[in-house]
C-alpha cells in the first residue's frame, strides 16, 4: 500500500527542563529514573523527545474506550503485534487497560498516572481522548523517563510523536462523494462519533469544509451514535421520526450498518451516504446493488491497525532507533488510507470480507519491514 506523510502543525517540544523551538535539533542529553530506578536515557530528537529505557520493555496501552467493534479490533490488532514482539523478546510483556467511561479524558489521565508510577512499564501507549487534557499526565511520564507515543487520535503533549490517520482528509473524502453523488444538492442527516474527541472533531472540519464549499447540501439533524452501530441505529432512528426526507447520509466508521437498518425498519432509503468498511453493511449493500435500488455508497477503511503501527515505532523507538525526520511533520507521523471502495470495486473488498465474521473492519498495520523504513 501507498503510504505518504501529511504535514500538520510544527510542535514546540518541551519535556521536563528541555525548551526548544520549532524544529531545532537534538544534542542536549539528560538521565531520569524510571519507575523501577533504572536509568533511562533522555535526549531531544527534532521535536520528538527520545527515551530509551533500561531494563526489560512492557508496554502500557490506554484505549480509551472500550465495547466498540472497530475498539475491539484495534485492542486485537495491538496485540497480535504485542505477542510477536513478545515471542522475538523484543518486549517482556504488555498490560491493556481500557476507560470504564469511554470517552473521558479525566479517567484516561488517571489511566496514563497508573502507568507511569506501574514499576514495569516503561513505554506507554495513548489513544488520546482529548488533544490537551492528557498533556500534564504525558509530561509526568516523561519525567519519569517512561517512552509515550499517542495513536490514533493525536495529542497535543509536547514531545511525544503521534501516530495518526488524517481525519480531516479521511473524511473529506467521504463527504466529496455524498456531495458529487448529489449533484451538490441534498438534505443530509450526521450521524458523528464522540463530541469532543479529536477524531471526531477533526472530522468534523472536513465535513464543514466540503459544505461551505456547495452551500446547496445541507444537514438537517446531526446526533452522536458514539461509534456503536446499535446506537447509531437508535439515534437515526430517532430523526427519522420526525424527519422524512433525507437525501444522504453523513456518517462514521461502525455505525453506517445501524443507521441503513434504521432507514429498511421505516419503510425508507438515502439515495446515498457513506458506509461501513465491513461485512454486515456490504453484504446489505450488495443486496440492494442486486435489486437495482436507487441507492449510493462509499467505504473507505480507518484501520484499527493504526494501534499497532503506533507499537512497532515505539518498540524501535524504545530500542534506540532513529526516525527519520524527513518522513514526519514534526511530532506527528501521519498514516493514509491508500483504499476507497464504491460500487465500481466493491468486488475486491467483497472478496476480503466474505472471509470475516460480522463484525470485521477492513484493516491494515506497518509490516515491521515498512516500520523501519521510518528510520534512520
Given at each position: ?187 443530509l442527516i450526521y450521524i458523528n462519533g464522540l463530541d469532543g474527541n479529536p477524531a471526531d472533531n477533526a472530522r468534523q472540519e472536513g465535513v464543514d469544509a466540503v459544505l461551505k464549499e456547495n452551500p446547496d447540501m445541507k444537514i ?157
Amino acid at each position: 500500500m501507498k503510504r505518504k506523510v501529511v504535514s500538520v502543525m510544527c510542535a514546540v517540544v518541551m519535556v521536563a527542563s528541555l525548551i526548544v523551538g520549532c524544529g531545532s535539533s537534538g544534542g542536549k542529553e539528560e538521565t531520569k529514573e524510571s519507575g523501577d530506578g533504572a536509568k533511562a536515557e533522555v535526549s531531544l530528537e527534532g521535536d520528538i523527545y527520545k527515551i530509551i529505557p533500561e531494563g526489560d520493555l512492557v508496554v502500557g496501552f490506554s484505549t480509551g474506550s472500550s465495547g466498540t467493534s472497530w475498539r475491539d479490533q484495534m485492542i486485537d490488532d495491538f496485540t497480535i503485534v504485542a505477542e510477536e514482539y513478545k515471542e522475538a523478546g523484543r518486549i517482556k510483556d504488555y498490560k491493556i487497560v481500557n476507560n470504564t467511561t469511554n470517552g473521558d479524558a479525566t479517567e484516561q489521565a488517571n489511566i496514563i498516572r497508573d502507568f507511569t508510577s506501574d514499576p514495569e512499564v516503561n513505554v506507554i501507549i495513548v489513544d488520546a481522548n482529548d488533544s490537551t487534557a492528557l498533556n500534564e499526565a504525558i509530561a509526568d511520564a516523561q519525567k519519569a523517563g517512561k517512552l509515550v507515543v499517542i495513536a490514533d487520535t493525536g495529542c497535543d503533549a509536547p514531545g511525544a510523536l503521534n501516530v495518526v490517520l488524517d481525519h480531516t482528509a479521511w473524511m473529506t473524502k467521504n463527504v466529496e462523494f455524498v456531495t458529487e453523488a448529489l449533484g451538490g444538492k441534498g438534505d443530509l442527516i450526521y450521524i458523528n462519533g464522540l463530541d469532543g474527541n479529536p477524531a471526531d472533531n477533526a472530522r468534523q472540519e472536513g465535513v464543514d469544509a466540503v459544505l461551505k464549499e456547495n452551500p446547496d447540501m445541507k444537514i438537517l439533524q446531526k446526533t452522536s451514535g458514539g461509534w456503536d452501530q446499535t446506537k447509531a441505529k437508535e439515534a437515526c432512528a430517532q430523526i427519522l421520526s420526525t424527519t422524512q426526507d433525507v437525501d444522504g447520509v453523513l456518517t462514521q466508521d461502525g455505525m453506517a450498518y445501524g443507521c441503513l437498518q434504521a432507514f429498511q425498519d421505516a419503510g425508507m432509503l438515502p439515495k446515498v451516504m457513506i458506509g461501513d468498511p465491513g461485512l454486515s453493511f456490504f453484504t446489505e449493500w450488495k443486496k440492494l446493488m442486486d435489486e437495482g435500488a436507487d441507492f449510493q455508497a462509499c467505504a473507505q477503511p480507518n484501520p484499527p491497525g493504526v494501534a499497532a503501527t503506533a507499537l512497532r515505532l515505539a518498540v524501535n523507538m524504545a530500542e534506540g532507533k532513529e526516525l527519520d525526520e524527513s518522513k514526519l511533520d514534526g511530532n506527528t507521523y501521519s498514516y493514509i488510507v491508500g483504499s476507497f471502495y464504491t460500487e465500481e470495486n466493491f468486488d475486491e473488498a467483497w472478496e476480503i470480507l466474505q472471509k470475516e465474521s460480522g463484525d470485521y473492519q477492513l484493516d491494515e498495520w506497518l509490516t515491521e519491514e515498512e516500520a523501519l523504513e521510518l528510520f534512520k
